[in-house]
């Protein structure tokens, strides 16, 4: 086995306890009995049962839960979870979702501060045989401030959104000598140029540099976190739209695979160390990515639970009386019996894509 796939377990893993954490601390915090803090899934290795809880290593990497007293039920505990008022239980649900972006963001942030400079989007230089020169196309001093809609703020964005476009035209917004220039339809493609004497296929367009003093680093950091929920939203829309099917899904098998081939990659290449940063930058982009996904207003997550939380309300409201939070429970349960069967769906596509079948 690859060392690779086993830090892309461990780092998976990891993903996992700090969602529970953030679940457990919130809910300690203020005062709700959790009976069961699990890493993992399936059959216990390891347990310690502490003061009121339990805690345990499961067989299964992949997973993990925070048992709180009450959950999917009413009990006459006030410590159970159903028994908090609804601004505390929108907490712990947050909690978790909290934690993964928080430890994403600090991720990010370690692997920024070895930058040395950024690249922006500010044109520096046309190659020679640029066809869309001038006045009523690009120049440089000009700043690509958007592409389709989506606002550019370093090369990377350039390069995403031009590779998303899909067509030899795009709708272009730049800004020149402060003012904002919109180009619809701006026929913009990688063509053949010559450099030094060989042909390469660039889009013919030279940005600029920004110097990675620490204030750039901080502000590339929050920039990169936020980006990843933006490729987020553009693969969910894609995913509606058809753009892309079920089988492009990854579950944590094709994460850890993922995980495999861009550390295998980066250490052929540069050396182990460089691998270690690619896993991280990619767990990052997990990290941000499983927040994002608990928070979607779906029953079974975290998302659907809060979303409850105004159901019911609203529906308390009218007919005057609590509601018995089993009916809630019911709904959820249903829902992860069918979250479970699509996450075995999509585990038995990733073992077929490992095996190029």
Known sequence: ????????????????????????????????KVNEFAIGMGPKILSKQGKETLYSLRALPFGGFCAMEGQDEGVDDPRAFTSQKRWRRFIILIGGSAANFIAAFIVIVILTSGVGSFVGTTITDLLDGFPNEGE????????????NGERLYYVDDFSTFMQLARSGSVDLVIRRGGETIALDRFPLERRTFIINGEEELRFGISFNTINATPFEQLKYSCYQAMNFVRLIRVSLAQLISGAVGLRDISGPVGIVDAMNNAGQSAAAEYGF?????????????????????????????????ILFIFITWAIEKIIKRRLDPKYEGYVHTGAMVLLLGFMAFVLISDVLKLFNA
């Not at 009523?136 to 592409?147: F, K, R």
């Open 273 to 305: 160390m460089a691998a270690l940063r690619n896993i991280a930058f990619l767990t990052a982009f997990i990290g941000v990515n499983l927040a994002v996904m608990n928070m979607l207003p779906i029953p079974a997550l975290d998302g659907g639970r």
């Open 136 to 147: 009523h196309g690009l120049m440089v001093g000009d700043t690509l401030v958007s592409i």
């Open 1 to 32: 086995m690859s060392i690779y796939v086993v830090i892309g377990i461990a780092a998976f893993g990891v993903l996992i306890a700090v969602h529970e954490i953030g679940h457990f601390v919130t809910a300690k915090l203020l005062g709700v």
